[in-house]
């Protein structure tokens, strides 16, 4: 990359109000474009349980990390991780006392536009939106951390609809703000108001239109997300409230199971994870894990315990499922557990608590104490092959890591980096 091409990328950034820093690729490096093929549209990716696709990934990490391709910095305060669709990555923030979504170039990290859509707020543990956007099409899904709900443009981010579902739900909001990432489902949009029979809502994603609200569920929002899996026939939305597990029928919104055990009183955040008709749930502060099988008659689904354990209290950082077994952190230690039979494999301190994304055979670790780092996703033993620091920015790294079209994409606060883990 020429003198002259950085200085137009950067007067670019800078009229944008983002400021980028763009790393030189070395000369024998050709730039190759990223494509749909490595595309991370939502909330823990393709099928929201934090895996990609992707292979000829970097196996280890020279001590300084891979290498940065770009970084920029101006995106706020805020947690949430980023979604990647064709040549634009698409990111929550904040920009003068509001929550914004940005769209930006996913080769150099520009600023394509901004889109302010309802004011910020912030707690003790730090302001800005919480949730990641669901891209669908030329359409992109985005909840704040008070409630508003947008569809907007993928070309130009203009607002097609918008709703509060906490007023317009009768919900309240929770004591670390709303979290959860829309769900995209056919013609539907999934969210969890938390509202007096509507626990959860389905609305017309074309729309915003009420499809219908969960008459049976009024459960206060978790921080978790939603996910949704043909079970035995079965369309079904599974969630993790503030008070339990459930599993709603997709058609109507009829609550079938709702399974307590796994909850705590203080903050449920993990993203269910379903395979073969079964689902697992986790929470912290002294709680654990549970595997339910899930079994359907009649056009209904029920749910019963296969085990529970406490050697899975994920706070935040979910857990992903890799060849039968689980990998997340057990409070602050990076634990491996059987699926099926809930027995540890094995555990280590890592990088300390924190979040973890898979792909090609190596568990993508961030921690939260600013700590990036590369695994082998093994049930045999934890084996480290690369980490780095990244920037202390004030409050804790808990943006999840994302790799999408040969690159790892980190976001602290109000900076994201692109860094290039293509194997040569």
């Given at each position: 990359?020429?003198?002259?091409?950085?200085?137009?990328?950067?007067?670019?950034?800078?009229?944008?109000?983002?400021?980028?820093?763009?790393?030189?690729?070395?000369?024998?490096?050709?730039?190759?474009?990223?494509?749909?093929?490595?595309?991370?549209?939502?909330?823990?990716?393709?099928?929201?349980?934090?895996?990609?696709?992707?292979?000829?990934?970097?196996?280890a990490w020279?001590?300084?990390?891979?290498?940065?391709?770009?970084?920029?910095?101006?995106?706020?305060?805020?947690?949430?991780?980023?979604?990647?669709?064709?040549?634009?990555?698409?990111?929550?923030?904040?920009?003068?006392?509001?929550?914004?979504?940005?769209?930006?170039?996913?080769?150099?990290?520009?600023?394509?536009?901004?889109?302010?859509?309802?004011?910020?707020?912030?707690?003790?543990?730090?302001?800005?939106?919480?949730?990641?956007?669901?891209?669908?099409?030329?359409?992109?899904?985005?909840?704040?951390?008070?409630?508003?709900?947008?569809?907007?443009?993928?070309?130009?981010?203009?607002?097609?609809w918008?709703?509060?579902?906490?007023?317009?739900?009768?919900?309240?909001?929770?004591?670390?703000?709303?979290?959860?990432?829309?769900?995209?489902?056919?013609?539907?949009?999934?969210?969890?108001?938390?509202?007096?029979?509507?626990?959860?809502?389905?609305?017309?994603?074309?729309?915003?239109?009420?499809?219908?609200?969960?008459?049976?569920?009024?459960?206060?929002?978790?921080?978790?997300?939603?996910?949704?899996?043909?079970?035995?026939?079965?369309?079904?939305?599974?969630?993790?409230?503030?008070?339990?597990?459930?599993?709603?029928?997709?058609?109507d919104?009829?609550?079938?199971?709702?399974?307590?055990?796994v909850?705590?009183?203080?903050?449920?955040v993990t993203?269910?994870?379903?395979?073969?008709?079964?689902?697992?749930?986790?929470?912290?502060?002294?709680?654990?894990?549970?595997?339910?099988?899930?079994?359907?008659?009649?056009?209904?689904?029920?749910?019963?315990?296969?085990?529970?354990?406490?050697?899975?209290?994920?706070?935040?950082?979910?857990?992903?499922?890799?060849?039968?077994?689980?990998?997340?952190?057990?409070?602050?230690?990076?634990?491996?557990?059987?699926?099926?039979?809930?027995?540890r494999?094995?555990?280590?301190?890592?990088?300390?608590?924190?979040?973890?994304?898979y792909?090609?055979?190596?568990?993508?670790?961030?921690?939260?104490?600013?700590?990036?780092?590369?695994?082998?996703?093994?049930?045999?033993?934890?084996?480290?092959?690369?980490?780095?620091?990244?920037?202390?920015?004030?409050?804790?790294?808990?943006?999840?890591?994302?790799?999408?079209?040969?690159?790892?994409?980190?976001?602290?606060?109000?900076?994201?980096?692109?860094?290039?883990?293509?194997?040569?």
């Amino acid at each position: 990359m020429t003198v002259r091409r950085l200085l137009v990328l950067c007067a670019v950034a800078v009229a944008a109000g983002v400021a980028v820093s763009v790393v030189p690729e070395p000369p024998a490096l050709a730039q190759v474009p990223e494509s749909r093929t490595g595309d991370w549209p939502q909330w823990r990716g393709p099928d929201r349980n934090g895996l990609s696709a992707e292979t000829g990934l970097l196996d280890a990490w020279p001590a300084s990390g891979p290498r940065v391709v770009w970084s920029v910095s101006g995106l706020g305060a805020g947690y949430g991780s980023v979604s990647t669709s064709g040549d634009r990555l698409f990111v929550q923030g904040t920009e003068r006392r509001q929550s914004v979504v940005f769209s930006l170039n996913r080769a150099n990290g520009r600023r394509v536009w901004s889109t302010a859509v309802g004011s910020t707020r912030g707690n003790d543990k730090g302001s800005g939106p919480r949730g990641t956007p669901t891209v669908d099409g030329d359409r992109v899904y985005v909840l704040t951390e008070n409630g508003d709900l947008a569809c907007l443009g993928f070309e130009d981010g203009a607002v097609r609809w918008h709703r509060n579902i906490l007023d317009d739900f009768g919900g309240r909001n929770i004591s670390w703000l709303m979290s959860h990432s829309p769900l995209v489902d056919g013609g539907a949009l999934i969210v969890t108001p938390g509202g007096r029979n509507a626990g959860m809502v389905a609305l017309d994603k074309m729309t915003g239109a009420t499809i219908w609200t969960s008459d049976e569920l009024s459960d206060a929002s978790g921080y978790a997300s939603p996910v949704v899996a043909d079970v035995q026939g079965v369309r079904t939305y599974m969630t993790l409230t503030a008070s339990a597990g459930v599993g709603l029928r997709a058609s109507d919104g009829k609550l079938m199971w709702r399974y307590r055990r796994v909850a705590n009183g203080t903050a449920n955040v993990t993203t269910p994870i379903f395979f073969d008709d079964k689902v697992f749930y986790t929470s912290a502060y002294g709680t654990g894990a549970a595997l339910l099988n899930l079994t359907a008659e009649g056009g209904e689904v029920s749910a019963s315990e296969i085990y529970f354990t406490r050697n899975m209290q994920n706070h935040h950082g979910g857990v992903v499922l890799v060849d039968g077994h689980l990998y997340g952190f057990n409070n602050s230690i990076l634990t491996a557990l059987d699926f099926e039979t809930g027995e540890r494999a094995w555990r280590d301190r890592s990088v300390g608590k924190g979040a973890v994304t898979y792909a090609d055979g190596h568990l993508y670790l961030l921690g939260e104490n600013n700590v990036v780092g590369l695994a082998e996703a093994s049930p045999d033993g934890y084996r480290e092959t690369g980490r780095f620091r990244i920037e202390d920015r004030g409050w804790p790294s808990w943006s999840h890591p994302v790799v999408s079209g040969g690159r790892l994409y980190i976001r602290n606060q109000g900076t994201l980096a692109s860094y290039d883990i293509r194997a040569r």
